[in-house]
């Protein structure tokens, strides 16, 4: 049973940082891919980012420059640094996974199976 975590959102300051983290457990994929995606009221969940197993990782271009995702195996454990963030970054973020050999390609326009429950972003 694979479980995801988030943590770490907040409220901060245009041109602020906050960084997310995704606790995983339970998964015992030998390649995957993670990612990050956020959906603001009234709008479609939008994928942010993503990273396999071998550290390859592909960015929206809204967040390019800005945000970097990162895993920490040891402690199962995947991050998104955010900076410099603009109002239009306020939404619930959720971090998500996938089995890479059920999906190929790790990539935001992918489909996730498992998610997390999410974390709020606001920047004002």
């Known amino acids: 049973h694979v479980q995801l975590v988030e943590s770490g959102g907040g409220s901060v300051q245009a041109g602020g940082s906050l960084r997310l983290s995704c606790a995983a457990s339970?998964?015992?994929?030998?390649?995957?891919?993670m990612g990050w995606f956020r959906q603001a009221p009234g709008k479609e969940r939008e994928g942010v980012a993503a990273?396999?197993?071998?550290?390859?990782?592909s960015y929206a271009d809204s967040v390019k420059g800005r945000f970097t995702i990162s895993k920490d195996n040891a402690k199962n454990t995947l991050y998104l640094q955010m900076d410099n963030l603009k109002p239009e970054d306020t939404a619930m973020y959720y971090c998500?996974?996938?089995?890479?050999?059920?999906?190929?390609?790790?990539?935001?326009?992918?489909?996730?199976?498992?998610w997390g429950q999410g974390t709020q972003v606001t920047v004002s």
């Open positions: 998500a996974a996938e089995d890479l050999a059920t999906i190929f390609v790790c990539h935001i326009v992918k489909p996730f199976t498992h």
């Open positions: 339970g998964y015992t994929y030998s390649r995957y891919c």
């Open positions: 990273i396999d197993s071998d550290g390859s990782t």
